[in-house]
């Protein structure tokens, strides 16, 4: 009932910059929260940054300062630009949208979904 599209990662130098989006689709009323995991080989999916409809952020310490997170309410969109891209960001970047009600669907049946996850490298 509902997808999310991520756009394609890609290979990227040390420093260098890339943008992801992803658009949720589907019979959608409202999301809660917006954001991006990612999951490095042989470690946990972690969280790298969300954004709620209201516009709060949080993000991971390790990207702070390099990383920003947006949102379009009315696309139902979000996007991360990430700057100053480090090989340890290397990591399929997964899409999440959270507390997401669906059209003519009570809010205590809201749901969280998943991208298919799009993968980055940073390397020379």
């Known amino acids: 009932q509902v997808q999310l599209v991520e756009s394609e990662g890609g290979l990227v130098q040390p420093g260098g910059s890339l943008r992801l989006s992803c658009a949720a689709s589907?019979?959608?009323?409202?999301?809660?929260?917006m954001g991006w995991y990612r999951q490095a080989p042989g470690k946990q999916r972690e969280l790298v940054a969300n954004?709620?409809?209201?516009?709060?952020?949080d993000y991971a310490d390790s990207v702070k300062g390099r990383f920003t997170i947006s949102r379009d309410n009315a696309k139902n969109t979000v996007y991360l630009q990430m700057n100053s891209l480090k090989p340890e960001d290397t990591a399929v970047y997964y899409c999440?949208?959270?507390?997401?009600?669906?059209?003519?669907?009570?809010?205590?049946?809201?749901?969280?979904?998943w991208g298919q996850g799009t993968q980055v490298v940073v390397s020379s």
């Open positions: 589907g019979s959608i009323f409202s999301i809660y929260s």
């Open positions: 954004i709620t409809s209201g516009g709060t952020t």
């Open positions: 999440n949208a959270e507390g997401v009600v669906l059209v003519a669907t009570p809010r205590r049946l809201r749901g969280d979904y």
